[in-house]
């Protein structure tokens, strides 16, 4: 057989590969609610937090918190599995209370989850995934200083080209600093991400938090995103305090990437 004949028979087996793309890149920031879907296979996906700020102040007691460069890590494993590594680079804490103050500075602890989407992962239509969790103490000055984990259900569900619905039901085994056991706390998100052109998105979030020892928290959350490019984007975001027992306020800033 001729060798061109060869060639040409090597490319067009191969056309169907070069010609296939992967899913459109989806993020589980900047909002609570995370993403049903998963990096897609043999890719790795960046999203990092370029700063978050947290403020609270209750009873004469003022607590605040930056935490720079918090990244999490993924790599697509197969068609509806990713692998995440979350990285609290730096963190600094702040109490105050009549007049007296401590800050607390460190590397912060680590987060390992595994997300497996169940279905919708690339049909467009809604779509659902589990995503265990373990967290693991580093012991530095602002390590929850014990293990924890948990479980996450997020839910897609496209309401127009535009609007997407987002929910999520949360169960976690959280450290109880006083006892130095563990505590059960829920959380549920209900979010609207909404294009507003081509490139730049908003969203507008409800979460709520409760615990055995602790009083529900309700918060609600909104932001904006600007994709740069498909696999480039950028954002932040607000997070106001709806009760007493929630933190008051807080701003951030991050950006994801997909190589």
């Given at each position: 057989?001729?060798?061109?004949h060869?060639?040409?028979?090597?490319?067009?087996?191969?056309?169907?590969?070069?010609?296939?793309e992967?899913?459109?890149?989806?993020t589980?920031?900047?909002?609570?609610t995370?993403?049903?879907?998963t990096v897609p296979?043999g890719?790795?996906q960046?999203?990092?937090?370029?700063?978050d700020y947290?403020?609270d102040h209750?009873?004469?007691l003022r607590?605040t918190q930056?935490?720079?460069?918090q990244?999490?890590?993924k790599?697509?494993?197969?068609?509806?599995t990713?692998?995440?590594?979350?990285?609290n680079?730096?963190?600094?804490a702040?109490?105050s209370?009549?007049?007296?103050?401590?800050?607390?500075?460190g590397f912060?602890?680590?987060?390992?989850?595994?997300?497996?989407?169940l279905f919708?992962?690339?049909?467009g239509?809604?779509?659902?995934?589990?995503?265990?969790?373990?967290?693991?103490?580093?012991h530095t000055d602002v390590?929850?200083?014990?293990?924890?984990g948990?479980l996450?259900?997020?839910?897609?569900l496209?309401l127009?080209e535009r609007?997407?619905?987002?929910?999520?039901?949360e169960i976690?085994?959280?450290?109880d600093?006083?006892?130095?056991?563990?505590?059960l706390?829920w959380?549920?998100?209900?979010t609207l991400?909404?294009?507003l052109?081509?490139r730049?998105?908003s969203?507008?979030?409800?979460?709520g938090?409760?615990?055995?020892d602790?009083?529900y928290?309700?918060?609600?959350n909104?932001g904006?995103t600007?994709?740069?490019?498909p696999?480039l984007?950028?954002?932040a975001?607000v997070?106001?305090?709806?009760?007493?027992p929630?933190p008051?306020f807080?701003?951030?800033?991050?950006?994801?990437?997909r190589?």
């Amino acid at each position: 057989m001729p060798a061109n004949h060869w060639i040409f028979c090597l490319l067009a087996a191969a056309t169907p590969l070069l010609a296939a793309e992967p899913r459109p890149m989806s993020t589980d920031r900047p909002d609570t609610t995370e993403s049903p879907h998963t990096v897609p296979a043999g890719l790795f996906q960046v999203e990092a937090s370029l700063f978050d700020y947290s403020r609270d102040h209750a009873s004469g007691l003022r607590e605040t918190q930056w935490i720079y460069g918090q990244v999490n890590l993924k790599a697509g494993l197969g068609d509806a599995t990713d692998l995440q590594l979350i990285v609290n680079s730096h963190a600094v804490a702040g109490v105050s209370e009549r007049g007296d103050s401590t800050r607390t500075t460190g590397f912060g602890d680590l987060t390992l989850r595994l997300k497996h989407n169940l279905f919708g992962n690339d049909d467009g239509g809604s779509a659902l995934a589990l995503m265990p969790y373990v967290t693991v103490p580093t012991h530095t000055d602002v390590s929850d200083q014990a293990w924890a984990g948990g479980l996450i259900l997020p839910f897609g569900l496209p309401l127009s080209e535009r609007v997407t619905l987002g929910l999520m039901g949360e169960i976690d085994l959280v450290h109880d600093a006083e006892t130095g056991g563990h505590d059960l706390e829920w959380l549920h998100s209900a979010t609207l991400g909404i294009g507003l052109t081509e490139r730049l998105g908003s969203y507008l979030e409800l979460v709520g938090i409760a615990g055995n020892d602790t009083a529900y928290q309700g918060l609600f959350n909104t932001g904006l995103t600007f994709a740069l490019t498909p696999t480039l984007v950028f954002d932040a975001g607000v997070r106001l305090g709806l009760n007493r027992p929630a933190p008051d306020f807080g701003v951030f800033s991050g950006v994801s990437f997909r190589f």
